[in-house]
């Protein structure tokens, strides 16, 4: 069984990790609103229904990204109080 540093260290490496992935959803998050901001720019006028759905794919992918956002950041938080307990 692994000692309490041990668990320690196991833990902050994870949450350096999940800190990490933060940035690259945050990047992904920018660049799909982009996305979607030009398509909409692009396609304003368009009585195709292709477009309304691409829109929204996008929007429900930029919503996503929050909500992993947002995961990612409870779980540092949790595994922190686990930390801060041993």
Same mark, same amino acid.
């Given at each position: 069984? /692994? &000692?309490?540093?041990?668990?320690?260290?196991?833990?902050?490496?994870?949450?350096?990790?999940?800190?990490?992935?933060?940035? /690259?959803?945050?990047?992904?998050?920018?660049?799909?609103?982009?996305?979607? &901001? &030009?398509?909409?720019?692009?396609?304003?006028?368009? /009585?195709?229904?292709?477009?309304?759905?691409?829109? +929204?794919?996008? @929007? @429900?992918?930029?919503?996503?990204?929050?909500?992993? @956002? @947002?995961?990612?950041?409870?779980?540092?938080?949790? /595994?922190? +109080?686990?930390?801060?307990?041993?």
């Amino acid at each position: 069984m /692994a &000692s309490i540093e041990e668990v320690r260290a196991g833990i902050t490496l994870a949450n350096q990790k999940a800190s990490e992935s933060l940035g /690259a959803l945050q990047q992904a998050h920018s660049q799909l609103e982009e996305a979607q &901001s &030009s398509l909409t720019r692009v396609t304003e006028g368009s /009585a195709q229904a292709d477009v309304n759905d691409a829109n +929204g794919q996008l @929007q @429900q992918a930029v919503q996503s990204i929050s909500e992993v @956002q @947002q995961l990612v950041q409870t779980a540092i938080s949790t /595994a922190e +109080g686990i930390s801060q307990r041993l």
